[in-house]
């Protein structure tokens, strides 16, 4: 992945580790910071590059989140997150606001992360997991790193079907409406997903002995 040029502080492909590094800026007296997802849509669309720094800013960090988790790989991850804004910064025109522009980022997010994982089926998987969700998961079983593997192992044996409607619905928490819109899967089938990868890592997790 190519880094984007830095040198403009008004960059909306500009991404850090954590979130994103932007120099919001006012434009015509309001600050895009202030606006709704679809106001900032209309104004990047029409030029301004602030407005679409602003959707970055608010949505590449659990772009980020779900990428690491089912690629297994950060820098595998930071490559679709950042593949995805390109390809919704260019098709931007196309948005029609039907669904929320987070659903909308996050289906072409879906998309990039099955076509890295087609690629890269041959590579050793690792689930990144969010360190205080199990942070408060080992504090409550008492065995933080052991805890910790056995969560990391079970999400990475489930099917990636499985593992992506998971992550979808209980750590970026869209419902089942949103699923549908992001993965073209639909509701009673994503429905399906979720409740066999509980039961799966359920089952998982007592055969390593931390349910």
């Not at 991404?15 to 900032?40: F, I, K, Q, W």
């Not at 790989?73 to 039907?98: K, N």
């Not at 079907?161 to 992001?182: D, G, I, S």
Request: charged residues 25%; proline residues 2%.
């Amino acid at each position: 992945m190519a880094p984007s040029d830095s040198s403009s502080s008004a960059d909306p492909l500009q991404t850090a580790d954590t979130g994103v590094a932007v120099t919001l800026r006012l434009v015509g007296g309001y600050h895009p910071a202030e606006m709704s997802d679809n106001a900032c849509v209309t104004a990047a669309l029409a030029g301004d590059n602030a407005a679409f720094a602003t959707l970055v800013d608010r949505h590449a960090p659990a772009c980020l989140r779900y990428a690491r988790r089912m690629l297994g790989s950060r820098e595998d991850a930071e490559d679709a997150t950042q593949e995805a804004i390109v390809r919704a910064h260019r098709a931007l025109a196309r948005y029609d606001g039907r669904t929320s522009f987070r659903t909308w980022l996050m289906s072409i997010l879906v998309n990039r992360c099955r076509t890295a994982l087609v690629q890269r089926r041959h590579r050793t998987l690792r689930v990144v997991l969010d360190e205080a969700a199990l942070d408060r998961a080992a504090a409550a079983e008492g065995s933080d790193l052991a805890l910790r593997d056995a969560i990391e192992r079970a999400l990475a044996r489930l099917e990636t079907a499985q593992r992506e409607a998971f992550l979808l619905k209980h750590v970026e928490q869209l419902t089942y409406e949103e699923m549908a819109e992001a993965t073209g899967v639909g509701v009673s089938a994503l429905k399906m997903r979720v409740q066999r990868a509980c039961d799966r890592l359920q089952i998982l997790l007592k055969e390593d002995r931390y349910a």
